[in-house]
């Protein structure tokens, strides 16, 4: 079976560290991986509110992030719950979260640099957020990081995992440049489950905006006024988009949020 090769995505995202465009401290673009700042912003604000449409986070509840990056969901949550511990494997994305923390003045987040899947404090945490990396981890990995995961939970925790997935019924492998495997969201369910996880929910983590994008008026228009009219007037036009997109297999990804609780 072929495998990601971990030195050069540890490469590629050290790489997306020192492109990482921050501007008046806002960590929103960096991660991403898009280069489009309005369909940026959009994304953010968007899964932001899908996030907490499906977990209620807590004044106390203590939240440990894996795959932080430079902490674009780390802030977010912060301000949300009593403490947060976020990890990234990114020497350079840990030092752009920690200057980012400075600059706001963060007191309740620590960041750790140290690889996801072998992360293991042995703390109970009410919140696990997994932040889209374990498509860049083989399975023998994503295994022990369950494995991990489990002796983190307990019976009130809750697991949220952020993946990109394939939705052509099998695995999509890329292995140039950027090394990454998208699973179906059926393999995903088993690896939980195997571990003693049921998966509560499944939700697109947003609708990615079309007619903006389209006809370049993310040029022309204002950010707040093009938000306003992608979010409400045009976003029927693209789930519409997305529908046809499925019935008709033109879309081989998906990204969406998982919900998993531990059932012994």
Known sequence: MQKINYQKTKSFWQNEAKKAEIRDCDEYKSGMLIDNDFIARYRKIEEE???ESIVNVKKDDIILELGC???RWTFFLSDK???IV???FSEDMIKIAELIQEKKNVKNIKFIC???ENYCDYRKYDIIYLSSFIQYLNDEDIKKLIGH???MS???TLLISRDTISLTGGRIIKDKDYHVIYRTADEYKNMFAKYGFKTVRKQESYVAPFLSCRFGLEKKIPFKLLYFLESFAFKKISRLKFFFDDVFRRRETGHFFFVYEKTN
Do not use: N, P
């Open 49 to 51: 509110k899908v996030f």
């Open 69 to 71: 990056g430079s902490g």
């Open 81 to 83: 719950c009593k403490s």
């Open 86 to 88: 976020a990890v990234d």
């Open 114 to 116: 140290a690889e996801a």
């Open 149 to 151: 995961l489990a002796k």
């Open 154 to 156: 307990g019976k009130r």
